[in-house]
């Protein structure tokens, strides 16, 4: 998409400038990019001693375990902001893929492990603590809209890669045509 500045605003005798916004070719990337952000700054605000949205008596200054967690969190979640927008803008790249998509599973297995445990444990009678109602209530919906985004960015990624090499019936009427003088002879001794 073209901008170009409007009438009158360029100096005289210069051409009004051309900017040209970046093309987003996959919206769930961008989406997963957004995403990412959002679970950084939540950690670099518990890494900082915030304690909004941390399960009941949680706090980031009495271990060093969760600090070290959240700074690990904020580091991954800057790495996934540039996978993601990378995956946005295109051009497939194998290692892009094989990054982002095990990611997204690794996301939606996390996520899916943890919902089974805490049915297993509700199955076999087990109660059901604040901390399990504050991971299947906030943390795990957020693992799974999460590795739902990246599936989502991973799969556009792949279908934007197949749409370049897509093969088309005349495309493949070389290799027949090529294979042709072998087949003829047993046709013709039928």
Not at 62 to 76: P, Y
């Amino acid at each position: 998409m073209k901008v170009t500045a409007a009438a009158g605003s360029a100096p005289q005798g210069r051409p009004a400038v051309a900017v040209r916004r970046p093309r987003v070719a996959n919206t769930a990337a961008a989406l997963a990019a957004v995403w990412a952000g959002l679970i950084g700054v939540a950690h670099g605000y518990w890494a900082l001693g915030g304690t909004g949205l941390r399960p009941p008596g949680v706090r980031t200054g009495e271990g060093q375990t969760l600090l070290t967690l959240d700074l690990l969190a904020v580091a991954a979640s800057l790495v996934a902001v540039v996978l993601a927008v990378r995956l946005a803008r295109g051009g497939y790249q194998r290692w892009l893929f094989v990054l982002a998509a095990t990611g997204a599973s690794l996301m939606l297995w996390q996520a899916s492990l943890n919902y089974l445990f805490l049915g297993a444990r509700s199955a076999l009678g087990q109660p059901v603590t604040p901390d399990d109602r504050y991971y299947a209530f906030v943390c795990e919906p957020l693992w799974l809209i999460g590795g739902a985004l990246w599936m989502a960015a991973v799969f556009r990624f792949r279908a934007g890669r197949a749409s370049h090499a897509r093969v088309t019936p005349t495309s493949a009427l070389p290799r027949v045509s090529a294979a042709l003088p072998l087949v003829r002879p047993v046709l013709d001794s039928s």
